[in-house]
């Protein structure tokens, strides 16, 4: 691990550890150390790691039928394709591989929508803060410039607005012309969970100026899809009705799949030839979506993901309030925000490593926690335990 030389590009700089073995909350290192987690994979592992049921899926379907060819019928994406579409209240979906594949899916058909209109430059309404992959198209997407820089990514494609702010929105709406959707995070991963300032009402205020611009409403459910706030979908949160919604992440609980879905003025862009994958929806990563969204459907996890993070929230904040720490998030994507200006530098470290706590930071001073959405009572103990600790050793 420590070699001089390593054959793979730096694009990241991983911490000094590597684990061996998962089992729901838990990693383990090689010399059985367990760790407990509460990143799982960054929102991917929701279910926990190596869920029997996902584990069980896989083994039985790597040794029958791994991938044919979307050239040919496949049952389990048809499977798949009903139990996400009708757990997220969409008409169809198209299966990509990854989160930014499925938002690239939803901007192509951002201008598509534009072309039919007759449009030269389509152009997307997108947030401050937001992220929403590494593509050439989503990372023009994506809000950080650090992500933008040096790749001469198409910027006047998006018009960036400050996220939870309708009336800038509708200012944009009037500045520009050929404007064809708007594209946001329910709750902003990695900007820093951030939520707007109205909560889910906000998804009805665009809902409203998309019906009546006639623009397509795009949500971005790649991190707080599929349970993680508990609901399948944040925007269930509202009674929005989005025209596209993509996700991935907890998709697969660790299999890489993506889907972008459609219903409303999207519902039919898409027609063959619009858009293609060789390995999307395969047999094997079909099956594995169904049984993720029969655990979800058939289990009380997601109503665990709610009880769980509100215990976590409300003891976290109780205990820590003096320190001038709060607390946001919903469900099992939960923020706890350090007041401006505290060094984490090394927060995640010392987590790691004095408490066997895995989690991450964003936006600069939050604590990002992601933990599995059927952790038990035992284990947000342990975790609040933990976490507060550290919290009080750095902020004394
Ligand atoms: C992680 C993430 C993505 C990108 O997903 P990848 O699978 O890494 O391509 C896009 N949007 C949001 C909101 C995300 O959290």
Redesign the pocket.
Known sequence: MSASHSYIMPTYSPQPISFTRGEGSWLYTADNTPYLDALTG??VCGLGHCHPKVTQAIQEQAATLVHTSNLFQIEWQEKAAEALCTAAGMDSVFFAN????A?EAALKMARLYGHQKGYKKPKVIVMEKS????TLL?VTATANPKAREGFFTLDSDFIRVPFGDIEAIRQAAQDNEEVTAVLL?PIQ??GGLNTAKDGFAYLEQVQALCDEQDWLFMI?E???GNGRTGKYFAFQHSNAKPDVV?T??GLGNGF?I?ACMVRGRARDLFQVGSHGSTYGGTPLGSRVVHTVYDVLSNTDIMQNAVTEGNYIQQTLSEELKELGVTTRGHGMMIGVVLPKGTDCGSFVDQARDTEQLILNITGGHVIRLLPPLNMKRDESDQLIERLSRLIKATLN
């Open positions: 960054i929102a990854s989160g930014a594949e938002n992220f929403h992959g590494r989503t995070e991963g990695e971005d790649v991190q707080t993509s991935a992440k890489p993506g």
